[in-house]
């Protein structure tokens, strides 16, 4: 007895070793592949949790914010397309430690005439240039577009001292400003405002020659408090103009003085609609008010076109306040038509609204605001209630940007008022995803400087599920018995990015400056990872309420990644560290395929190999415990009568087995598979997936089995999987339904199925002609 356990023990040690010996040889072929485990947890790229942020991805005990208030009076200058403005902020530290300086943003010098911005990228001779970029650039004096700071005074009028640095501007305190305290001070300034059509402007206006007039989208438009934070300290790098912004949260009161015939509507609640609507206007809005399901025009489009035929020379002030927002915008012009509605969020109504020329119409009449009223709803759904009184959608020709409460989006009909699907559906989308920041990043108040893809991603993944959402709730704004047709987040649209050169792809943990593909990069790859996270790896209920819990601990806060990976996995009691690291800190590419199958019969015999394992160590068969045999079929020894026979027909042990240790109500209920077959599945791509596979058999019938990612974990290229089946097995399909991004799906069946390439289905077209 004693003896026999012994030999057993060291068989096992034999058929453990060879599994070894396959995993030594990958190990050669991938050095130091131990510490390049990708489901390692991420210890090493993540900051140590402290008091400021948990381990769980939540604020911590002594988290903190800074506070920034500001007081502005604003005055556009239509004429000759400048504004001024004066400012008082007001500045709470809340952080532990004492400031000797501030640092405030002046993101207008990115267009001064000294900007670095415009000499910091290499440069060829094009081929060919748009005209009014090629005369901008060569032929015209660089536009002037940078901040005129007039003055910076402390509270009692006192100038302070101030250094510009390119956008940034350091205001040296005569008194430290202790933790806990708070400073005012005030600035003056002025600037020459960009035409945002030519340079791709976030915030300017654009020129209509035909009436003579300009519409304006202002934003960036005030000395801007920069963020100070236990992550970075001041966040103080430059704006050069692809990492957008990071700011403090706080309340502003802002005056905005313009020509009287002017429509204006910015960030905050208006404080003095009965000085700048007209009577009608005011009697229009009550109505509006309550209407929640279709808009009310407030500025008919006649009324706007009578407006754009003259040029008010009188003024009226436009008094707007917002309470907890992180910046201010607005927009501007004689020529916008005005609609909105009133939508239902929890139990507080919000005007979902839309300015916009007539350059915009029919268009912007028909869909604007219902993409506003649906983005709301949706984004509400999946985060928290929208907090804001107002969202705004603002028609202006090419842009796509956001603040608190309002926005601009593309999408302009041709000059006769036709247009395309195509500029249909990118104005819902854009409007959608431009409206949707209200939630990342104005209120889940990432740092876009540093993390693009923290508002962009989250954003673009969220667009993606409300522009679906909104083809279940209007049918009849899509083609018939179609599904939104979304321009990123389903897992096929991501493969030519992913499988693409690796030179020009950064991880989505990279800088938006430093980026190839800032679309791809920051938008799409992690729209597409969370659509995937959701729909294959966590599964809708997990993920949903973990990303509701993201949003929820991080509403009007500051969060970094870690916050938000890490709560993701808080929430739902899933490992991600795998996903993350592979997903978002790799080029990696998903490419999962099926390699072979054996198939193999049960035997009475040992088979060729175990009677050379035998041999090897001296084993007799009579030494052995009662073992099962398992002979491939395609093997010499393989016995044509054996095959396709259920177990216990093939092996007298088994045969025993049953008979000595089950009753007879369990032999009648055992079940013998025929068939066992063993599964290569390979993994060329670097990152691991759940394993989906569909087997088909031979009656038809199929089942699908998805084994989780972990099945990777030991070996990264390659692993087997044992199907023991009653029926024969004539097909495997991997990922049969494209949900995990894999690139190369010519290896995903089995037996091969033959993919033709485009060459060859070229020249097959060519011969049937
Ligand atoms: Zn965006």
């Known amino acids: 007895m004693r003896r026999m356990k012994h030999v057993f023990a060291s068989l096992l040690f034999l058929i453990a070793a060879l599994a070894v010996a396959q995993e030594e040889v990958r190990t050669e072929r991938e050095p130091g592949h131990i510490n390049q485990n990708k489901f390692k947890q991420l210890y090493e790229e993540f900051a140590t949790p402290n008091t400021y942020r948990s381990a769980s991805g939540a604020p911590g005990p002594d988290y903190y ?41 002046l993101d207008q010098n990115v267009r001064s005439k000294t900007s670095k911005s415009p000499l910091r990228d290499d440069e060829g001779v094009p081929v060919a240039e748009p005209v009014a970029k090629f005369a901008a650039k060569y032929m015209t004096e660089p536009f002037d577009g940078g901040f005129n700071i007039e003055y910076v005074r402390d509270a009692n ?7 510009i640095n390119q956008t940034m501007m350091r205001i040296d305190l005569p008194q430290v400003l202790k933790s806990k305290g708070q400073v005012s001070f005030s600035i003056k300034w002025w600037y020459n405002i960009p035409d945002h059509t030519v340079n791709r402007a976030r915030s300017g206006y654009e020129y209509f020659p035909k009436d003579g007039n300009r519409a304006y989208v202002i934003a960036q438009f005030f000395p801007r408090m920069a963020v100070y934070s236990d992550m970075e300290g001041w966040q103080n790098h430059q704006f050069w103009g692809s990492g957008e912004f990071a700011l403090p949260f706080g309340n502003y009161e802002v005056n905005i003085t313009v020509p009287a015939d002017h ?28 209407s929640y399901d279709k808009p009310v025009i407030i500025v008919s489009q006649a009324e706007a076109e ?48 839309s300015m916009y020329p007539k350059e915009g119409n029919p268009l912007w009449e028909e869909y604007s605001t219902k993409a506003v009223a649906h983005t709301l709803r949706s984004y509400s759904a999946h985060t928290f209630d929208y907090p804001y009184p107002k ?63 923290m508002d962009e991603g989250l954003d673009t993944f969220m667009q993606y599920m409300a522009e679906q959402e909104f083809g279940v709730a209007y049918p009849e704004a899509i083609a018939p018995n179609s599904k939104y047709p979304s321009g990123r987040g389903e897992p096929t649209k991501i493969i030519p990015y992913m499988s693409g050169d690796q030179s020009t792809i950064a991880p989505i943990m990279s800088n938006p400056e430093n980026v190839y593909q800032l679309g791809n990069n920051a938008y799409a790859k992690p729209a597409t990872a969370l659509n995937i996270l959701r729909e294959t790896v966590m599964g809708r209920e997990l993920f949903d309420h973990a990303f509701k819990t993201y949003a929820q601990r991080w509403m009007f806060k ?44 049960v035997s009475d015999k040992p088979s060729k190999q175990m009677r050379e394992i035998m041999a090897a160590r001296n084993i007799k068969e009579e030494d052995l415990p009662p073992l099962v045999y398992l002979e491939e079929e395609e093997s ?44 290569t599945f390979n993994k060329p791509g670097g990152i691991p997936m759940p394993l989906i596979v569909e087997y088909t058999y031979a009656d038809g019938s199929k089942e699908n089995v998805t084994y989780p990612p972990e099945i990777w974990r030991k070996n990264d290229q390659e692993v087997k999987r044992v199907v023991a089946s009653g029926k024969e097995l004539v097909g495997i399909e991997v990922d ?34």
């Open 306 to 353: 009578e407006a754009e035929k003259g040029f008010s020379e009188k003024k009226k002030t436009w008094k707007l306040k917002a309470e907890n927002v992180r910046d201010f915008g607005f927009a501007t012009s004689r020529k916008f038509i005005y609609d909105m509605q009133a939508v239902k969020i929890g139990n507080r109504d919000v005007m979902a609204i």
């Open 157 to 163: 009028g006192k100038a302070l001292p101030y250094t």
């Open 391 to 453: 969202a705004i959608s603002v028609h202006a020709k090419n842009q796509g940007m956001e603040y608190p409460m309002i926005c601009w989006n593309y999408g302009r009909p041709n000059e006769d008022g036709t247009y395309s699907d195509r500029v249909k559906y990118g104005m819902i989308s854009v409007i959608i995803h431009e409206v949707g920041h209200n939630f990342f990043p104005m209120i889940v108040n990432s740092d876009e400087r540093q993390w693009g893809w």
């Open 636 to 679: 010499e020894d393989a016995d044509a009568k054996l095959k396709g026979k259920a177990p216990s027909e093939n092996s007298k042990t088994l045969k025993e087995f049953m008979m000595d240790n089950m009753s007879v109500a369990e032999r009648n209920a055992i079940k013998e598979p025929k068939y066992f077959y063993e599964v």
């Open 65 to 105: 914010q800074q506070q920034a208030d500001y007081k502005m009076d604003i005055e556009l200058d239509d004429k000759n397309a400048k504004i001024y403005g004066s400012e008082t902020i007001t500045y709470t530290n809340n952080s532990p430690d004492d400031l000797t300086f501030l640092w405030v943003q």
């Open 736 to 769: 049969p339904k494209a949900e995990t991004a894999d690139i190369d799906t010519t290896n995903n069946s089995w037996p091969t199925k033959e993919v033709k390439s485009d060459f060859e289905l070229f020249k097959e077209n060519l011969k049937g002609k």
């Open 263 to 290: 429509i204006l509507d910015g960030t905050g609640e208006l404080q003095n609609m009965k000085e700048v609507f007209s009577k009608e206007m005011i009697s229009r809005y009550e109505k509006a008010k309550k």
């Open 558 to 601: 500051h969060p970094s990644p870690e916050d938000f990976f890490r709560t993701m996995e808080d929430a739902s009691a899933v490992d991600l560290d795998w996903y993350w690291r592979s997903w978002f800190y790799t080029t990696d590419y998903v490419d999962i395929g099926v390699k072979g199958v054996k198939k193999y019969y």
